[in-house]
């Protein structure tokens, strides 16, 4: 809590000081001050005012805010800092300073990165309702109800312990509360950006705990929050605390770099300043010092630091088009290193983040590391939710509705408000929260129809289902990665191109082991869900599961090909059992058409692969006196044979009829269905049962059973199902997990 704070037993700058942003070379409009929180503290704040008085303490506030807002009301700041001062009278912090210095920092950090006025008259007041006698109807009263929300939210959250020991539905409830506000909290960091900045005079061991805290829950939100200022002086502030070894090693290169005669990255802000004036481009080129954990990062990584490695060149321009008329400009007269190019503009990052990050090698070899952007960009990927104002506040030709709608609220957020509601039990949100803050890193793939979706890095095509599709995506049988079908276990890369294949039946279970592959919160608690709902069918999955085990060894088994279990619509021949019965597509039950060299075994044809008449096989001794018999190519083969297990002599008998099943895929016509069908037929193969997929973006799926009477007439079956007008696929059909 923020009576917990108290001022550094020595002065002098914060460990963070040395990595501030380096003042720009051209004065900056008025309207766009450079943001640089390090130099705000207790003198910024008092000036040199005694500790009894403070007559000039919130005029530091009004000139950051007009600043930022020339034509805000400022009398709710004068009327909040009243308020608070004469709330807090008397009120002293554990170092004997005014109680009211601490919601005045704070409200001077909220200034310097561009709060609106309502979030600053807030943060002045946002200690207390908990620690004074004001109440929050007095601060409705008398400031209105969008202050009363945001001071009622961070007193809530003043309460949560954020530790290990912390209570998960009370975390919960205070979480999801600032949810549906972001400026609560913005107003949260801010408050432990500076209790940081003056725990000097805490106990070790309560600073370790508070850093830790810091550390695993409120710096990963600050990064979600977009709030690269708080969020990087935090992180110095921790790794000062928590490893004073490496912090003091790290300062030390760092001050060494100082004092270094020549500089290679003021030379290249030299260079790229002449390149932009004589390509009429105007252009900001500032040098942006690494932060002392970022320099720590890079020497890990690289080991002995060159001059380039403590900084970045900074690019700032007017308008989004002249970002990339810098870039073609740097490419085109420096020396690109195309590996490190990436463009958040056109895909911006799950925090609001938008910027281009390019590198330029000079003749020495050492690389330097640009960043193009607008002013605009800028200042949102400085300050995130701070610089986007009030979310809330109608447009000029939109008169509000009294619906609390946020359209700036980042899309992590957005996703934890929904997967919270689903999840079991507060527990469970509770781990699944530390989960996903420990995930620091996010993809965009992109869907057919040109949309993204945001995921962690290790996401796999279940993720991907769940987030476009919510709990619709139970019906999910498969997906295409880059053109290519692939299983729901892939894992997927930044920049695919994921289309996901969905059942007709909306009644389709999801498979238990799609949890071993699901990775973001709303897919595991989908499944999760849906498996609490559904014991039985659960039950069922998980026993028919143990018996597939207990039937192969441990190289038989399939890995990874997760699909769901929808129900075909076209019904079974006749003559033949549905493919969705024991019989599964693809498969038959016993290996009548099989000869083994084992006595009295009993054949299977292995489920992986599918092997059919005419196919190089071989087969390996199982539980129970049976026989499995692959395909020669088929990667089980390898993992048994590499496992030990002996091989059985197995060959095809005299009998070649057999059942498999083939995936057409295709364009949308009239008529494709009635031809596809009249082409099977007169190859000589009997449909045993077929489902065709609902189209979508103009392709339809069609998967067929068909028993042929001869296995030589499979090729020529294929080649005669592609010659069909807008057929431009034929293959052999995956094999599925459950059952498989």
């Not at 170092?95 to 909220?110: D, F, K, Q």
Request: with cysteine; glycine share 8%; net charge negative.
């Amino acid at each position: 809590m923020s009576a917990e704070a108290t001022n550094p037993v020595t002065p002098g700058p914060m460990p963070g000081a040395a990595s501030g942003p380096v003042t720009p070379t051209a004065p900056r409009r008025k309207a766009r001050p450079r943001i640089d929180l390090r130099r705000l503290g207790r003198a910024a704040l008092l000036g040199p005012a005694a500790r009894d008085r403070l007559p000039d303490a919130i005029g530091h506030v009004v000139e950051a805010h007009r600043a930022h807002h020339p034509e805000a009301d400022l009398d709710p700041l004068r009327r909040a800092y009243v308020l608070a001062e004469s709330s807090h009278r008397g009120q002293m912090r554990k170092s004997g300073e005014p109680y009211i210095t601490h919601p005045l920092a704070v409200t001077l950090i909220l200034a310097e990165l561009g709060a609106e006025t309502t979030t600053l008259t807030a943060s002045l007041l946002h200690d207390t309702v908990e620690d004074t006698d004001v109440t929050l109807d007095q601060v409705g009263e008398q400031f209105g109800e969008e202050v009363r929300y945001l001071v009622d939210g961070v007193t809530k959250l003043e309460k949560v312990d954020y530790g290990a020991a912390a209570e998960p539905e009370t975390f919960r409830k205070m979480l999801v509360a600032t949810g549906n506000d972001v400026r609560v909290m913005s107003i949260k960091l801010a408050d432990r950006l500076h209790n940081m900045r003056t725990l000097g005079v805490m106990r070790p061991e309560k600073q370790e705990r508070i850093a830790k805290v810091t550390r695993d829950v409120l710096i990963p939100l600050a990064e979600r929050l977009g709030v690269q200022a708080l969020k990087t002086e935090l992180e110095d502030l921790v790794f000062a605390i928590l490893h004073p070894e490496e912090y003091a090693h790290t300062r030390e290169l760092i001050v060494r770099n100082a004092d270094r005669a020549d500089d290679p990255l003021a030379e290249v802000a030299d260079e790229v300043r002449s390149v932009l004036r004589e390509a009429g481009i105007t252009a900001e080129v500032l040098i942006r010092p690494r932060h002392f954990v970022s320099v720590h990062r890079v020497s890990r990584k690289r080991g002995r630091l060159r001059g380039s490695d403590f900084g970045r060149l900074l690019v700032l321009v007017g308008e989004d088009a002249d970002c990339y008329g810098v870039l073609g400009e740097l490419h085109t007269c420096m020396t690109p290193v195309v590996s490190e190019f990436k463009d958040f503009i056109a895909v911006p990052k799950f925090n609001l983040y938008q910027s281009l990050h390019t590198a330029v090698a000079r003749e020495d070899g050492q690389v330097v590391e640009v960043l193009i952007r607008t002013h605009q960009m800028h200042k949102v990927a400085e300050a995130g939710v701070v610089a986007l104002g009030n979310p809330y506040a109608p447009a000029p030709d939109d008169p509000a509705d009294g619906e609390r709608v946020d359209p700036t609220r980042p899309g992590w957020l957005s996703r934890l408000l929904d997967w919270q509601e689903a999840a079991p039990d507060p527990d469970h949100f509770w781990s699944t929260l530390r989960e996903d803050l420990a995930q620091d890193r996010e993809i965009t793939v992109f869907r057919p129809d040109g949309g993204t979706l945001g995921l962690p890095e290790g996401a796999t095509c279940v993720d991907a289902a769940y987030a476009q599709y919510g709990e619709d995506a139970h019906a999910c049988i498969g997906a295409r990665v880059n053109g290519r079908l692939a299983t729901l276990s892939t894992v997927l890369r930044d920049g695919d191109t994921v289309q996901l294949l969905m059942g007709q039946d909306p009644a389709s279970e999801p498979s238990r082991e799609w949890l071993e592959h699901a990775h973001t919160p709303a897919a595991r608690i989908a499944i999760q869900r849906w498996l609490a709902a559904h014991p039985a069918q659960a039950e069922a999955q998980e026993h028919e599961a143990r018996g597939a085990e207990a039937d192969r060894p441990a190289g038989d088994r399939p890995t990874g090909d997760l699909t769901a279990t929808p129900r075909p619509v076209g019904r079974p021949g006749p003559e033949a059992p549905a493919a969705s019965g024991p019989e599964q597509p693809g498969t038959r039950s016993a290996g009548g058409d099989v000869l083994t060299d084992l006595p009295g075994a009993t054949v299977r044809l292995a489920r992986c692969c599918t092997p059919v008449p005419s196919d190089a096989i071989t087969g390996f001794a199982v539980r129970g006196g049976a026989v499995t018999v692959h395909r020669v190519e088929c990667p089980a083969v390898a993992r048994m044979k590499d496992g030990g297990r002996e091989e059985v002599g197995v060959r095809w008998g005299e009998a070649t009829e057999c059942r498999v099943t083939l995936v057409a895929e295709s364009f949308v016509r009239p008529h494709l269905l009635a031809d596809l069908t009249e082409v099977m037929a007169l190859e000589g193969a009997e449909i045993v049962s077929a489902t065709v997929e609902p189209p979508t973006q103009q392709q339809v799926r069609h998967t067929y059973t068909v028993q042929l009477p001869d296995a030589a007439h499979l090729p020529a079956l294929m080649r005669a199902m592609r010659n069909v007008a807008g057929v431009y696929d034929v293959s052999r059909a995956q094999p599925q997990t459950q059952g498989a």
